[in-house]
């Protein structure tokens, strides 16, 4: 089976920076993504990681370690429109075909 | 190319009725995923479809679920005599195979009144 961790909210300041960690516990494993989702809206792509390191894309940078079956999704320079659900999802593969699963979300609110 | 399509946006339902929503995938993507998601609850994963084939329905409901990806049209999933329980919204995401990125529709708002 699959299982991911994440916290369920984190504050933060505009400006600042903040990370959300995600651990998991995946049979198959061999990724590990990241989404974005605001009230009301669909899941947006933002990083994928499938080897151990950081990946950077502008503000947003993502981490994988594999060997502790750990990442978090790295957020620069916060912004107000930066509040929003932030999801984890192993990338899996098992009985002849992958999978996805999400875990159950963090939402991220940005305070002035 | 048209994102991943999804419709209706917002389907009410009475108990009882069958409710029937529609992905159409992007163009070249074989592989469709089904998600509930409740209000302040992440994605549940429902179902994993590939053209003609179910691949993975381990976060559906044994009963009044179904879902289909035909080789032709877009995938639907159907729920049958439907209870206040399966409000929720629903979002598909389809992707390519081999590859990391799944796009996702707008979701499908089911109301059981």
């Known amino acids: 089976g699959q299982s991911l961790e994440q916290p369920s909210e984190v504050t933060a300041v505009e400006g600042a920076i903040v990370q959300i960690n995600c651990t998991y516990q995946?049979?198959?494993?061999?990724?590990l993504s990241w989404y974005q989702q605001h009230d009301g809206g669909a899941p947006t792509f933002l990083s994928y990681?499938?080897?151990?390191g950081l990946e950077e894309t502008g503000r947003f940078s993502s981490f994988l370690s594999r060997s502790d079956s750990y990442g978090y999704l790295l957020l620069q320079e916060l912004q107000m429109k930066d509040s929003a659900s932030y999801f984890c999802?192993?990338?899996?593969?098992?009985?002849?075909?992958?999978?996805?699963?999400f875990g159950k979300g963090t939402h991220l609110i940005i305070q002035p | 190319n048209a994102g991943v399509m999804q419709n209706p946006r917002h389907l009410v339902r009475r108990r009882g009725q069958e409710a029937r929503l529609r992905c159409s995938p992007m163009?070249?993507?074989?592989?469709v995923y089904w998600y509930r998601q409740l209000p302040e609850e992440g994605l549940k994963f429902m179902v994993y479809?590939?053209?003609?084939?179910?691949?993975?329905e381990s976060g559906m409901p044994k009963e009044r679920f179904s879902a289909e990806f035909p080789k032709e049209g877009p995938s639907i999933l159907r729920i049958q005599q439907v209870v206040r329980g399966d409000s929720a919204a629903y979002f598909c995401?389809?992707?390519?195979?081999?590859?990391?990125?799944?796009?996702f529709g707008q979701g499908t708002r089911l109301t059981v009144v």
């Open positions: 995401a389809s992707s390519p195979p081999w590859v990391s990125e799944a796009f």
């Open positions: 995946t049979s198959g494993f061999y990724g």
């Open positions: 990681n499938g080897l151990d």
């Open positions: 999802a192993v990338h899996y593969s098992g009985g002849g075909a992958d999978g996805l699963t």
């Open positions: 163009k070249g993507h074989s592989h």
């Open positions: 479809l590939q053209k003609e084939n179910i691949i993975d």
